[in-house]
């Protein structure tokens, strides 16, 4: 099974560009020309308008795809509501919001047959998904492959692995994603996720607000960070199945099923800028300082979802990837602060230069939360290494981590603030730093 995906993922070719126009047809003259909507679509295909955001969105902004099918989406039975097994949506009210610093080690494994979507354990989140505002953080493990089909009405996937690969069969197209990539599901898009290795381990950032996008720039230049140009887009690749296939539905926090008389991955061809993407995150072109100072972790945005107010994002993704330390007189590692943000984060490989690595510390497949105004920062360990370290420009290497930011207090699961694997002794890590003040210098 994972030997064939794997030699499907080998030959795939795809769509270079973050919110280009991408067009795609796996059967040549498939798309229509000049026109959407044609009377008689190619090929007997139906034509189909899947959008992302309001019609009258600015231009900047608008994300629709046409989509030209075997049968149209509308072609199903009724929905019928189904577990929602250990997924959780905004508003998240199972517990209160939590001022304590929250750390938990990796997902425990899952029983036998666990695919992608029943592999889904909401950790917690903010806002609404009615309200099309704020966020959800997922972790998966799966070791089974999907054989049905899954769609998000709530918000984007943001699919962040961090042990094993899946190759997400979309509506676009084909899509491998493996740990230190990263790939986007947009809202509404239909996928199954096969699994490239036995199992598969990571996180999900759920989106209910507005679409990821590339940051602006600013003073940093028309080049940096996550160039446009390293955004891979699937081509157009269809099955056409005939026959029982179950297609899972999230809308406003519950799913609902249905079984279909045949595939939905049924695009033939499709143009639009709402489309699945996978990013590299090796590619990231990170900028720091050259001279001093640890600069404050937005520079390491590699997409974000802006609110209305400017500057202020629902929730960015934020990356720490490889890159040389060089500031003077400079403590290196990122600084004690307390933030109005929230922030949730991850690790992919290695360890994270603010924290202990190793067991009971922060790992791979673990994560932590340190809400709105909650202090943290360097563990004692960390500082205490980083006050005394010779300050040679330095490789950091080693690890590979990320951040979720958000503009609103995440509220844990009751599943995830009762978790057997959440740390009870993370406040720990930050006892012990010894005073150091001499009033007399
Ligand atoms: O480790 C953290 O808390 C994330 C973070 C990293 C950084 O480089 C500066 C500030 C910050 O919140
Ligand atoms: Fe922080």
Redo the contacts with the bound molecule.
């Keep these: 099974m994972s030997r064939d995906a794997r030699k499907t993922a080998e030959l795939l070719t795809y769509l270079s560009g973050f919110g280009n126009e991408h067009s795609s047809e796996a059967v040549p003259g498939a798309l229509p020309v000049a026109r959407n909507s044609p009377q008689r679509a190619p090929l007997g295909l139906y034509a189909e308008q899947l959008s992302g955001t309001a019609f009258t969105e600015p231009r900047a902004q608008n994300r629709r795809s046409w989509l030209y099918r075997i049968r149209p989406s509308a072609a199903h039975p009724a929905f019928t509501r189904t577990d929602n097994g250990t997924i959780r949506t905004g508003p998240f009210t199972e517990t209160v919001p939590d001022p304590n610093r929250l750390r938990w080690n990796p997902l425990p494994e899952p029983p036998e047959g666990t695919d992608f979507l029943a592999g889904l354990w909401t950790l917690g989140g903010n806002g609404d998904a009615t309200q099309r505002t704020g966020m959800a953080v997922h972790l998966y493990h799966a070791n089974s492959s999907m054989d049905r089909v899954f769609s998000d009405a709530d918000g984007e996937l943001l699919i962040v692995p961090e042990r094993g690969g899946l190759l997400l069969h979309t509506e676009f197209g084909r899509l491998p994603v493996e740990p230190a990539q990263i790939a986007l599901v947009p809202r509404g898009v239909r996928f199954r996720a096969e699994l490239l290795d036995t199992s598969a381990r990571g996180y999900v950032c759920e989106n209910y607000g507005a679409p990821f996008r590339l940051p602006d720039l600013g003073p940093i230049g028309a080049n940096g960070l996550a160039n446009a140009r390293d955004f891979q887009a699937p081509t157009a690749a269809y099955e056409d199945v005939e026959g029982p296939v179950e297609v899972v539905n999230k809308f406003c926090g519950n799913l609902w099923t249905a079984t279909y008389d045949h595939s939905p991955l049924d695009v033939v061809a499709w143009h639009g800028n709402h489309v699945p993407y996978l990013y590299d995150l090796r590619r990231f072109n990170v900028m720091g300082t050259i001279s001093y100072d640890?600069?404050?972790?937005s520079i390491?945005t590699v997409l974000t979802s802006p609110s209305d107010t400017p500057g202020l994002a629902g929730v960015d993704f934020?990356a720490?990837t490889p890159r040389w330390l060089v500031g003077e007189d400079t403590f290196r590692?990122?600084?004690f602060?307390r933030?109005v943000?929230s922030?949730y984060?991850g690790l992919i490989e290695g360890a994270?230069?603010?924290?202990t690595a190793g067991e009971g510390g922060f790992v791979p497949g673990g994560g932590?939360l340190?809400n709105m105004m909650s202090a943290?920062?360097?563990d004692r360990e960390t500082f205490d290494r980083a006050s005394a370290a010779e300050l040679r420009p330095q490789k950091l290497d080693d690890g590979l981590?990320f951040?979720f930011?958000t503009r609103w207090p995440m509220t844990a699961t009751a599943q995830a603030a009762r978790a057997e694997h959440l740390q009870q002794a993370y406040d720990d890590v930050w006892s012990g730093l010894r005073r150091h003040f001499r009033p007399a210098g």
């Design positions: 640890h600069p404050d972790p390491f934020v720490f590692p990122p600084y602060h933030n943000m922030e984060m994270y230069d603010a924290k932590s340190h943290h920062g360097p981590a951040m930011e």
